[in-house]
């Protein structure tokens, strides 16, 4: 019986190790194209090149237009920590408020809050892009931060569960203290929530630096182009298109959400399983 029941857990961790490996399959891909010779990336069968060159990455980096790619590096970076800066603050003052304070409408409010959810993006594209080309935010970041400084329905309610399983008791013991609703939130809830709000900031960085059709919608100078667009400019619909740089500079925009995930990654999964079981 033993034996048989190692047998089945060897098994399975042999499974699960393959499915592994065929999901990273095209990383591994990407990894070795963007060190193949050009002439091999589309041609070669094998993940190996027949002799490694980093003459993409020198490419890649010098970019486009005397633009090196580094430049679309840190707009992308000084729009992810803007964005995250603005959801954590908005989103959880506004979970505190539905969760710790009581005030008219409350239960709608945060109904309608959540329908939001169910309204895709695509919906109000159009409004958007009006409302912000009339006021003269085309063409700046202005449409691509302003909006989370608002706060995401999601990230409301999910640290909104979160905020609920904390005991009112540290409330009430604040407030003996000669804790205000301002002091509260920000020397017992916000420490406390801190799986919650991490969850909510690697969510955003990873979805405002993964965004490519927001950023194409409202930016048109290259020089504020973020690192999806700059890596379009490496394809040319005439057909020559610089694969290896494209490779290269795809390599290297994985790197900042994998650092990103895996430094944050003990409050990801903290937040993640301990929201769901908040009553």
Known sequence: MAINRQFKTALFHVIVLGCG??????????ISSSVKPTTEIFTSKGLWPSSITFEHYS?????????????????????????????????????????????????????????????????????????FHEIGWVDTYLPLMTPKF????????????????????????????GCGWFTLYFRIIMPLSLPALMTAAIFT????????????IYLSDIKKFTVPLGLRLF???????NWGAVFAMSVLSIVPSLVIFFLGQKYFTQGIATTGLKG
Not at 206 to 216: K, P, S
């Open 235 to 241: 394809l040319d619909s005439s057909g020559s298109s």
């Open 150 to 177: 608002v706060g995401d329905a999601f990230f409301v309610f999910l640290i909104v569960q979160f905020i609920r399983g904390i005991p009112k008791e540290l409330d009430e013991s604040a407030k003996i203290d």
């Open 59 to 131: 490419q890649g980096w010098n970019g486009l237009r005397n633009i090196q790619f580094g430049r679309f590096f840190l707009n992308s970076i000084l729009l992810c920590v803007v964005a995250v800066i603005g959801t954590v603050l908005s989103s959880s003052m506004a979970a505190f408020s539905f969760a710790r304070i009581d005030f008219p409408l409350k239960n709608l409010l945060f109904a309608l809050m959540l329908g939001t959810i169910m309204l895709p993006g695509h919906v109000t594209l159009i409004p958007q892009y009006i409302m």
């Open 205 to 216: 960085f990873m979805g405002t630096w993964d965004d490519f059709f927001g950023q194409l």
């Open 21 to 30: 490996l065929l999901m990273l399959y095209p990383v591994f891909w990407l």
